[in-house]
């Protein structure tokens, strides 16, 4: 996502908060991000790194001083509003379901192949022996089960690469929530 997209979508999102606080806060993205492009950061891998529009939104709502602290121009980052502990038990909760749903998706997808594959060999060498059609019809069960125990894991894979970082952020905002609050 380049600098224009993002400061749409971050504009976007603020409707919930005066429109001078929206001007400020995305005025002072719009800054952070030519400062880093100033300084030879790749513009889209520094928006990356930001986190999503989403998350951003959640933690100034979270944090009463972040407008304030725009507003005085002081110099932080949204990433320190995790502590450390929160990020190591966050990564681990994490790493353990992503090998889990990983370990699940890849045993659909082998199953599925390789009753596909066997289906469709008995299915061919039924036909050219002319077996009885209850016995090709069970071969195109196993067909049909192959190819949806293919698309069950490959849809597995899919959540892996496009939703877990989302999802990671979210665990992460719950964990440090539950320790601060353990903390008080």
């Known amino acids: 996502m380049n600098k224009y997209e993002f400061l749409y979508k971050l504009n976007k999102n603020?409707?919930?908060?005066?429109?001078?606080?929206?001007?400020e806060i995305t005025h002072y993205y719009d800054e952070l991000i030519?400062?880093?492009v100033d300084n030879g950061e790749n513009e889209d891998a520094f928006i990356d790194r930001l986190g999503s529009?989403?998350?951003i939104i959640r933690t100034i709502k979270k944090d009463d001083t972040f407008v304030t602290n725009v507003k005085e121009k002081k110099d932080f980052e949204l990433r320190k509003v995790f502590s450390a502990t929160s990020k190591l038990v966050g990564y681990a909760i994490f790493v353990f379901v992503i090998i889990v749903i990983g370990s699940i998706a890849f045993s659909f997808v082998t199953s599925g192949a390789s009753l596909l594959v066997v289906g469709t060999t008995r299915m061919i060498i039924g036909i050219k022996n002319s077996v009885s059609s209850m016995t090709l019809i069970m071969y195109a069960g196993n067909?049909?089960?192959g190819i949806g125990l293919l698309l069950l894991g490959?849809?597995?894979?899919?959540?892996?690469?496009?939703?877990?970082?989302?999802k990671l952020e979210k665990l992460l905002e719950w964990i440090q929530k539950t320790l601060d609050k353990r903390g008080e």
Do not use: N
């Not at 603020?14 to 001007?23: P, V």
């Not at 899919?158 to 877990?164: C, D, E």
């Open 14 to 23: 603020l409707d919930s908060f005066k429109s001078s606080d929206r001007d």
């Open 34 to 36: 030519q400062d880093a």
């Open 53 to 55: 529009v989403e998350t």
């Open 143 to 145: 067909i049909f089960l």
């Open 154 to 166: 490959a849809s597995g894979f899919w959540w892996l690469i496009k939703q877990s970082k989302d």
